[in-house]
């Protein structure tokens, strides 16, 4: 069963590791975009683990609402909306259980991120963080080292598309060849899941 | 038709200044007095480019009357904040709605239908109306 304590690891892990890889996620965005997804998301997500310390929240599903909340009105790019929906929306469907499976975890992301398709109005295959989330959370109950490889996979295929949604989509044919830098932060996002499983991973839990 | 209570514009652009341009262009040429109410919410608190919940909610707060609020949005962050704020609730008040339209026509049209006392409906319909201005 996943507690409260794994929600609020989870959010701890996928602050850390976009800090880190904060610098990568500005490159991609670079490329395609206006070079500032890295930074928006180590700030997001830091406000995110600042809230989580300072008004714990009680069940799984009000971590994750709590996080998207705060994520929508911290990072002031489109990721903030993106992100803050599929987390929302995600906690909205857990609920108020005090525990949850992962099963129930897959299900719940599945509605997360079909809110965030509904939102941005893209589909697979537009080059965007859908191209991850969706193989990920096609395998979440099966495994999260399943849906962190499912996702990874799913970021580098978007090397070959050529973008049809946000700033990119203006490039064209010249978006062709560059990862997105919305699949490659969701990738982490998925990630950080496995990381979260061990108590005391990803520091402040 | 009532004048006292009237529709407020809100003008969400990724730009402060941007925003900030395109609400007085409007009250410009909406002109002979006053307007209905219009607030302008670009850019991010710190003054990037981006898109502020709070700066949308409080642009918000200010131009509401009560009788319905039109959001013109411009770009990618802009589109998307709005629309999620609107769909968690509790962020903006009652009678908020993101108006589809091209932000600077559409800006002057609904300022100038407000301003004139239109209701929400007919404050939307001018606005997305000014979709249909060919230019070429």
């Known amino acids: 069963m996943l507690d409260t304590d794994f929600f609020r690891r989870w959010m701890a892990a996928t602050a850390a590791v976009v800090a880190r890889e904060a610098d990568r996620l500005t490159e991609l965005d670079a490329a395609i975009g206006d070079a500032d997804h890295g930074s928006n998301m180590r700030r997001g997500f830091a406000a995110v683990n600042d809230v989580l310390e300072k008004e714990p929240p009680a069940t799984p599903g009000a971590v994750l609402t709590l996080a998207g909340r705060h994520l929508i009105s911290t990072v002031g790019g489109a990721s903030g909306p993106l992100y803050g929906t599929l987390l929302r929306r995600t906690g909205k469907a857990l609920g108020d259980a005090p525990e949850v499976t992962g099963e129930q975890l897959a299900e719940a992301l599945g509605a997360g991120v079909s809110a965030v398709a509904q939102l941005g109005g893209a589909q697979a295959g537009d080059k965007t963080m859908l191209d991850a989330l969706l193989p990920a959370v096609e395998v979440l109950g099966n495994s999260f080292e399943e849906a962190r490889d499912a996702a990874l996979a799913g970021a580098l295929a978007t090397v070959p598309l050529r973008a049809r949604k946000g700033r990119a989509s203006y490039l064209g044919e010249r978006s062709i060849g560059h990862q997105d830098p919305g699949a490659a932060s969701a990738a982490l996002l998925v990630g950080a899941l496995t990381e979260a499983t061990e108590p005391g991973a990803g520091g402040s839990a | ?136």
Do not use: C, N, W
């Open chain 2, 1 to 136: 038709m009532s004048e006292e209570k009237q529709v407020g514009i809100v003008l969400v652009s990724h730009s402060g200044p941007v925003a900030e341009a395109v609400a007085e262009l409007a009250r410009g040429l909406a002109a002979g007095g006053a307007t209905a109410p219009v607030a302008a919410a670009g850019g991010t608190s710190a003054g990037g480019l981006g898109t502020s919940t709070e700066l949308i909610a409080e642009a918000a707060r200010t131009v509401d009357r009560g009788v319905g609020i039109a959001l013109l949005v411009d770009l990618g962050s802009a589109v998307l904040t709005v629309k999620s704020m609107l769909a968690e609730g509790g962020e903006l008040p009652d009678g908020a709605r993101l108006v589809d339209a091209p932000f600077v026509e559409g800006a002057v049209a609904a300022l100038v239908t407000a301003s004139a006392g239109g209701d929400l409906e007919t404050v939307e319909a001018a606005a997305t109306d000014a979709y249909g201005y060919r230019k070429a």
